[in-house]
């Protein structure tokens, strides 16, 4: 982890949230990070039935690997997390899901744990990360999930920064390491100029073309 050991210790600025009718407002990057109504169908619709993951996860496959971009509330992973275990009733496997999200502005807990409230349907996933819940410090951290066969790793980091540390990682294990799925999500590209940037455009695409990415779903209508 280049990135991560070189400012080791360094904390990251979390997200300033306003409550604004009951809905997680960042007057950074001026939007809201979800709709009152209709929040997981649509992540339901974008990244779930996007990426068509139910289906794929019926390969014949021991570990799947997903990146997202901009973690955000962790609705997309709860969302995600939740069809997993389903799938692992249904196929009786031991396949393992590596779920890896990008966040540069992670929340407080106390914001989090507000907003794990609107979803009670993935309650015992979200306890579980809010015990877990780390700290506002620069690098990785990795949380498992061992009755879903899930772990959970957070890149607190710049975008840009988390990205070269994948590129260098992922050069240097390869042909076996490779991502299966990709959330590009966060804020338009109006409102968060820096994630969207060209710079990060390239290094995505050298990153789709050194893992060989089966789908890219990207989200800019929020």
């Keep these: 982890m280049p990135c991560a050991q070189l400012v080791k210790f360094k904390r990251v600025k979390q997200a300033k949230i306003q409550w604004q009718n009951g809905l997680p407002y960042s007057p950074e990057f001026d939007d809201v990070y979800f709709s009152i109504d209709g929040a997981v169908e649509e992540s339901q619709h ?3 039935e996007g990426n068509q993951l139910v289906n794929d996860w019926k390969k014949d496959q021991s570990c799947f690997n997903l990146l ?6 962790g609705l997309n992973f709860f969302n995600t997390a939740s ?3 389903k799938q692992l009733k249904e196929n009786s496997n031991n396949a393992r899901l590596n779920y ?5 502005r992670p929340f407080s807990l106390k914001d989090f ?3 794990s409230e609107e979803w009670p349907q993935f309650q015992s996933i979200s306890e579980h990360l809010a015990q877990h819940y780390p700290d506002a410090l620069y690098g990785r951290i990795q949380i498992d999930f061992p009755w879903l066969n ?3 790793t957070l890149m607190l980091m710049p975008v840009e920064d988390a990205l070269n ?3 260098q990682e992922f050069e240097q294990q390869r042909p076996n390491n490779k991502i299966d799925h990709w959330f590009l999500d966060g804020f338009s590209p109006s409102k968060n100029q820096s994630m969207w940037s060209e710079d990060n455009a390239f290094k995505i695409a050298a990153l789709l073309d050194r893992v060989l990415v089966s789908r890219l779903i990207v989200w800019q209508a929020r």
């Design 46 to 48: 974008v990244f779930i």
């Design 68 to 73: 997202e971009l901009g973690f955000g509330s």
């Design 83 to 85: 069809h997993w275990k």
């Design 100 to 104: 890896i999200a990008i966040e540069k």
């Design 113 to 115: 744990k507000r907003c």
């Design 150 to 152: 899930i772990t959970l």
């Design 165 to 167: 540390d994948l590129m």
